[in-house]
């Protein structure tokens, strides 16, 4: 596609505001077919929420998680394959430790293992369990998340759709009867329906895996969403060796190498819009564009475009009815005996008390081939909770920050006291991991998707002007690498009509 020119200057297909993977991907999809944008990004280093950071020596991931989509045919895995991006994975085993009580007086490890019900596999064998009753709600879960992962891993099956996608879709009507009685209820309820809403083991991973994913509880989580994201495990997730940095980085050359650009410590001051034509002020300079792609939170998108929109204003609600990120950022002693592998653990204190302020804690744990992440013989540990965002307190000097940090330590100690031979330490608040990920205030996960028809009220690219659209993970379809980088290529689907 060759861009359009008019007197006061180049005229670019599309400017992308914001290198975190829905930034990424949208820029990507766009350069390879055709279009010249120009991605600017207000850090000096890519992936926003999933990047990597150097800070004293050392390089941390922004946030403690994992990262999915490298499962064959899904998008980061095909533009590693077509791009040549040279980013080591190492696939887990376990993918995943969840410590906490999983019983009335027994503490537990459940394991989780990489492979189609792991999941499944990792209850059923605990003491005790309801066998039969677990079978039958994973055979539902089997069913709705099937249903949804092949959706979201399709790319011809999500909007914008045509009449061939309309057709595909009413031909699949009977893989998506099992949503039809989940729509709008929490998934307490589906636990009930099978008598496994007291059966602490189930509830309690559940809870703690909903936090992460869906950024709320069994008792509040929209069911198909839910059902859905209990297959994170087994579909496509890795860890990315080095840190997911690597991969970001590795993106962006892509992005340069297709005939684009990638510009660093590039904050996007304003754009107007001015007839057909987006002018972006920028630190570096001035651009002008047909399209304009917001990759921020929607506080950050009316901020940058001198707009108050409704849409903007009542997604920025569902945000704040979120969480911020505390963080611990870590440098340990390696244990004696320990194994090679990266490691990711979901840290329970007390299955009592709130899933949050340091009760609950996720851990990335880097591996011995994690070049540059630390000296030999030691590691990398980036700790994160869910936190209220509480602006006397956002700078980590306040009493209640404090409070959840020690609350987080006191969780390691407990739950993974190997971990605990500590070399060096970062405390990070929720303005700490707003200025290592460019998210404002601190914010974490996007909205949270609680029971109700809201969650399904914008299926397709988010516009939010003439020829401008919001991605990432406020926008369809949601959290995670996979689905903003998802959501930015099926925008980059609907800018390249736009502009034809």
């Given at each position: 596609m060759k861009s359009s020119?008019?007197?006061?200057?180049?005229?670019?297909d599309a400017v992308v505001v914001g290198?975190?993977?829905g930034g990424l991907g949208a820029a990507l999809s766009l350069a390879e077919r055709g279009a010249r944008v120009v991605l600017c990004e207000a850090l000096n280093y890519p992936g926003g929420c999933a990047s990597t950071f150097s800070r004293d020596g050392y390089r941390f991931e922004a946030g403690a998680t994992l990262f999915s989509g490298f499962a064959d045919a899904q998008h980061l895995e095909r533009w590693m394959a077509e791009h040549g991006l040279e980013v080591p994975l190492d696939w887990l085993e376990p993918v995943v430790e969840l410590r906490a009580p999983l019983g009335a007086d027994a503490e537990g490890t459940l394991a989780i293992d990489r492979h189609p019900g792991g999941l499944e596999r990792a209850l059923a064998a605990l003491p005790g369990a309801p066998v039969h009753a677990l079978g039958r709600f994973f055979d539902l879960q089997r069913r709705v998340a099937d249903a949804l992962w092949e959706v979201l891993e399709d790319e011809s099956l999500l909007p914008p759709l045509g009449p061939t996608a309309l057709a595909r879709h009413a031909l699949r009507l009977p893989r998506y009867a099992p949503l039809a009685r989940l729509v709008g209820r929490p998934l307490a309820s589906v636990l009930g329906r099978f008598g496994l809403a007291n059966w602490q083991p189930l509830r309690l991973t559940l809870d703690a895996l909903c936090q992460i994913t869906v950024q709320c509880g069994v008792d509040e989580a929209e069911a198909p969403m839910a059902l859905s994201v209990m297959d994170y495990y087994s579909r496509g997730?890795?860890?990315v060796r080095g840190g997911i940095g690597t991969l970001a980085t590795a993106m962006a050359g892509a992005i340069e190498r297709a005939g684009s650009e990638v510009r660093f410590s590039s904050r996007v001051r304003s754009a107007r819009r001015e007839g057909a034509v987006w002018t972006v002020e920028t630190r570096t300079g001035t651009l002008r564009a047909r399209?304009?792609?917001l990759n921020l939170l929607p506080e950050d998108a009316a901020r940058v475009m001198g707009?108050?929109?409704p849409r903007l204003a009542k997604l920025q609600r569902r945000v704040e009815g979120g969480w911020g990120a505390a963080m611990l950022y870590r440098v340990v002693q390696a244990p004696a005996g320990a194994d090679a592998s990266p490691h990711h653990l979901q840290l329970v204190a007390d299955p009592a008390l709130p899933l949050q302020d340091g009760n609950h804690c996720f851990v990335s744990i880097s591996g011995e081939a994690d070049e540059g992440r630390a000296p030999a013989g030691q590691r990398t540990l980036t700790i994160s909770t869910h936190t209220a965002i509480d602006g006397e307190d956002e700078a980590g000097t306040g009493p209640r920050m404090q409070a959840v940090q020690d609350h987080m330590r006191a969780t390691l100690a407990l739950r993974a006291p190997e971990w605990e031979r500590v070399v060096h330490e970062l405390p990070g608040?929720?303005?700490t991991f707003a200025r290592f990920t460019g998210r404002t205030r601190g914010w974490v996960g996007g909205i949270p998707r609680r029971a109700g028809l809201a969650n399904y009220a914008q299926l397709g690219p988010l516009r939010i002007d003439r020829g401008a659209w919001l991605i990432g993970d406020t926008a369809f379809p949601g959290?995670?690498?996979?689905?903003?980088?998802t959501g930015g290529v099926q925008t980059a689907t609907a800018v390249l009509h736009s502009l034809r």
């Open positions: 020119r008019d007197p006061a200057g180049d005229v670019l290198s975190g993977f997730t890795a860890h399209s304009l792609l707009s108050s929109a608040s929720p303005r959290q995670s690498t996979l689905a903003t980088a």
